[in-house]
């Protein structure tokens, strides 16, 4: 036998609670072997008692690690030296990470063997440990907080005369098959880490700060919560055709609600950020992280394609009637600015997804971007900025302010709406970008 401590073999002179950090280490790393009754410098000495010891070991091991480790444990006694051995054989368990269960999924529960001594794995050795080994996405993953409460959940669900419970719980994958709360769980609790920041700004750029806030909790009393405070902002304008008065708020109030939705149930949570709403006196903008859905085009999405990112937060969303048909959203969107000079803009960059909602009542300017079917004056800009980039090989956002006489909003969105056309491709960056033709 190895008379020395390695990264698969721990001696202990004695049964002591602490064996339960060996074995979770073992269970989450290569496996290994625990032997009770020998010395760290490989002395025999045994132990009086061994099926006492045993049974101890096993109660002890079954209550207090999670998920349940024991059909990865084997126990046994053996003779060593004509004394009693205690040896406890750990494989590497398929429910990884395991942990303490009164430590909970957090560096205090959670070890690893490296070399001859158990350590705590961090809090980013954790989550990577529960991707690598799930093989899920992120909201049908475990939570790393189990020490979860849903009083807003459940209010929700009893305005909609639906029940909460453990029969719900599990078809709706707050539970994992282990029992244990997912990462969708997590989102819907009232411990939710992630939140929306909302920011107002004067003007129609950052230089003037206004106002912020901040929404935490279930994403539910975020959505409300962020609802709430932007439809405080969402002003009516009254106009007159002689005796009759038109009322026209700002922003569509469907329109909000349906791009607060899509930052909400669409995002990438394994991100940390918080989802962004940036409020401006001509627009809001909903910042949402994660972008596209690996393999969708924006092409795809405005044939209505869709495929979500967290399909069970959505189904979620759908049973409690928050959301509708699954990819109706941005066509609903566009439909509610049909009869408005400026169109809604959707972005997608590597890493996020960007929704800007003009101010219906603030449209002196195009921006941030006109109509495509009309007025027809959009599409005749659009050729004058190609013919002028053949012509000089390349063309500057500010040759085409000085030729189209647009400021500098405008031309910026022309000359980006081109490129995602890939009629023009940009080169450099900042000041030194120009724009040339593609063909």
């Known amino acids: 036998m190895n008379p020395f401590e390695n ?78 051995v205690v040896e406890v054989q750990v494989d590497v368990g398929t429910g990884r990470p395991y942990y303490l269960g009164d430590k909970g999924l957090k ?3 959670v070890y690893v ?40 959940l459940q209010q929700e669900m009893e305005k909609r005369g639906q029940e909460l419970g453990e029969a719900q719980m599990r078809p709706l994958h707050l539970l994992d098959a282990d029992g244990l709360y997912t990462n969708l769980a997590l989102l819907l609790s009232d411990q939710c880490e992630h939140t929306i920041k909302l920011a107002i700004f004067q003007g129609r750029d950052k230089a003037i700060f206004r106002d912020r806030k901040e929404f935490s909790g279930s994403l539910l009393s975020q959505l409300a919560e962020a609802y709430t405070a932007i439809d405080l902002f969402n002003k009516t304008k009254a106009t007159f055709a002689g005796l ?19 930052s909400i149930v669409h995002r990438d949570y394994s991100f940390s950020g918080s989802t962004l709403i940036n409020l401006y006196d001509d627009r809001i903008e909903f910042v949402s992280l994660g972008g596209l859905v690996p393999g969708l085009s924006m092409e795809a999405i405005f044939m209505g394609v869709s495929q979500s990112r967290n399909p069970h937060l959505a189904a979620v969303f ?46 002196s300017e195009p921006t941030p971007v006109q109509r495509e079917s009309g007025p027809p004056a959009l599409t005749d800009s659009k050729e004058r900025i190609c013919s002028l980039a053949k012509k ?3 063309v500057r956002r500010k040759d085409v302010e000085e030729t189209l006489g647009l400021k500098t909003t405008a031309a910026h969105h022309l000359l980006k709406r081109l490129c995602e056309e890939n009629r023009l491709r940009r080169v450099g960056n900042g000041r030194n970008s120009r724009y040339e033709p593609v063909n």
């Open 113 to 152: 063997r490296k070399g001859s001594s158990s350590q705590p794995l961090s809090d980013e050795g954790i989550r990577e440990m529960i991707l690598q080994t799930s093989g899920r996405t992120y909201e049908t993953c475990r939570s790393m907080n189990q020490a979860l409460t849903f009083s807003t």
């Open 107 to 109: 560096p205090a529960g």
């Open 7 to 84: 990264i698969d073999i721990e001696y202990k002179e004695r049964y002591v609670p602490d064996i339960k950090k060996e074995v979770v280490a073992f269970a989450n790393t290569e496996g290994g072997t625990i032997h009770i009754g020998i010395q760290n410098n490989g002395t025999v000495v045994g132990v009086d008692d061994p099926d006492s010891v045993m049974l101890q070991l096993s109660s002890a091991l079954r209550d207090s690690i999670k998920p349940d480790v024991m059909s990865f444990v084997r126990i046994r006694t053996l003779q060593r030296e004509g004394k009693h």
């Open 392 to 394: 000089a090989g390349s």
């Open 244 to 262: 009759e008065r038109t009322d026209k708020r700002d922003y569509p109030e469907d329109a909000i609600r349906e791009a607060l939705l899509n």
């Open 318 to 363: 759908y049973r409690m009637r928050l959301i509708e048909n699954y990819g109706t959203g941005i066509g609903k969107i566009q439909r509610l600015y049909a009869a408005d000079p400026v169109l809604p803009l959707f972005e997608s960059a590597y890493g996020a997804f960007r929704v800007i909602l003009a101010n219906r009542n603030e449209m």
